[in-house]
């Protein structure tokens, strides 16, 4: 998977297409053998999982292995480390307060959890993935940061109907570097779902690789999306939703939409409870 980039976002490349690849491999041919033994894994893991979320299971499995951080995307331990600093930043800029109850989709080794769970009050913190390799990872993160009296809900999922949860919860969502390696069908899914588990003023902010081109896929790992698929996807289920300018003014690849049940969540910056007196 592309760690979380520096550079300017490509928004009109196709990674997919055969003239991408050879430039890429010309430009960069340090790159090429790296990825073919990716490509090589991939195929095999593909056959033995037709489904993606036992697919990409099986791909955090192996690149857990070698190294959580390098897992969740970041390159090294200070990328790992900024890459959780920018995602904490931004909620608390639009109002993340300890009192609210945050569900972290796809925590991954909470790389930007263990700062949210240090932040809020104890219990409000439910993270979920679908890898037990980087929820174990996660364990050893929460250890490491001597957070265990925050006690955080650490739990395995297998889809993202969100159906053990329950309704009207969260004043905050979050899914940072997930739906850049969903299908449609799996953003499709937490979509439909999400709107249920959310407070009536709360939102669901998710980050995404965006493709102002064709929308394509690479490797059942990465995908790129026009930013118009997206809102229309939350708008069919009957959720607001909004591109967030100010995260593009951030150092990260992806770009975020923000999703809510009120219109007033995705037009204010901030959860409304925070208007409460
Ligand atoms: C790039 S990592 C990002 C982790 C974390 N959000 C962060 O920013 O460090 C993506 C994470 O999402 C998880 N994931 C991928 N697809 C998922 C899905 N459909 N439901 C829940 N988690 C998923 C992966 O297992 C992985 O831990």
Known sequence: MPAD??????????????????????????????????????????LK??????????????????????????????????????????????????????????????????????????????????????????????????????????????????????????DVIHAHSVFSHSPLDVIEECLAHVGRVLTPTGFFDFTFDRTEGTEHQVLREDFYYRTETLLALARKHGLHARFMEDWEERPHGQSKIRVSRSPLAVESVRPARDARP
């Not at 300017?8 to 430009?27: D, M, S």
Request: net charge positive.
């Open 49 to 170: 999982h037709r489904d993606h979320v036992g697919y990409y299971r099986a791909v955090m499995a192996s690149d857990t292995r070698r190294n959580p951080e390098v897992a969740v995307g970041s390159r090294s331990h200070d990328r790992w480390l900024a890459l959780g600093q920018m995602q904490f930043d931004y909620l608390i800029e639009h109002g993340l307060r300890p009192e609210h109850r945050m569900l972290d989709i796809g925590c991954g080794n909470l790389r930007g959890g263990w700062r949210f769970i240090n932040h809020l009050d104890t219990g409000n913190y439910y993270g979920i993935d679908i890898s037990p390799d980087i929820l174990m990872a996660a364990k050893k993160t929460l250890t490491e940061r001597e957070l265990q009296a925050k006690l955080p809900h650490l739990t395995i999922t297998g889809d993202l109907t969100l159906d053990f949860l329950p309704s009207d919860h969260f």
């Open 5 to 46: 980039a520096t550079s300017p976002k490509k928004l009109r490349n196709n990674r997919a297409a055969l003239t991408h690849k050879i430039g890429y491999a010309v430009r960069h041919p340090g790159r090429v053998v790296p990825y073919l033994s990716r490509a090589g894994r991939d195929a095999w893991l593909s």
